[in-house]
């Protein structure tokens, strides 16, 4: 399955966003440092995120980022396709007329793949930004 850590990484900041959302905007160096991830990357992650009207930021000396939406209404889909990231387990394109191979039909177990594909799209649908707040909540009491 190939889905790279800017996928990941998107949706770990956007939890600790919907987990702290009561503290006012939060600073890309808090969730930096709460996630172990780059700073640096941080802001490339969320320039998009802006950009696809997820999170909005608050300029001044107590600025950062907030949700835009509220986590009930954000799917983890949602953020994955914000930060250009597809999940994918074909190497080849779904309706390619050269195949998997390069030839000219599907490989043997391209059904099977492709199946999966839908399984895991369908589970990142369903999945809100909610359910990860509230299953990381129950976990620390």
């Given at each position: 399955m190939k889905?790279?850590?800017k996928g990941r990484y998107a949706v770990m900041a956007m939890a600790d966003l919907a987990l702290f959302k009561d503290s006012g905007p939060i600073n890309l160096t808090d969730i930096s440092l709460r996630q172990n991830i780059s700073l640096a990357y941080l802001e490339q992650i969320f320039i998009k995120l802006k950009?696809?009207?997820l999170v909005k930021s608050i300029r001044g000396a107590k600025g950062g980022y907030v949700l835009e939406i509220s986590p009930e209404n954000i799917k983890i889909s949602n953020i994955i396709a914000a930060v250009?990231?597809?999940v994918k387990t074909l190497n080849c394109k779904k309706d390619s007329k050269k195949g998997c191979?390069?030839?000219f039909s599907k490989c043997i177990t391209h059904n099977?793949?492709?199946e999966?594909?839908?399984h895991i799209n369908s589970f990142f649908e369903k999945v809100k930004l909610q359910d990860l707040v509230k299953k990381n909540q129950n976990l620390n009491k």
């Open positions: 889905l790279t850590t950009k696809n009207n250009d990231e597809k191979n390069n030839k099977l793949w492709d999966l594909d839908q």
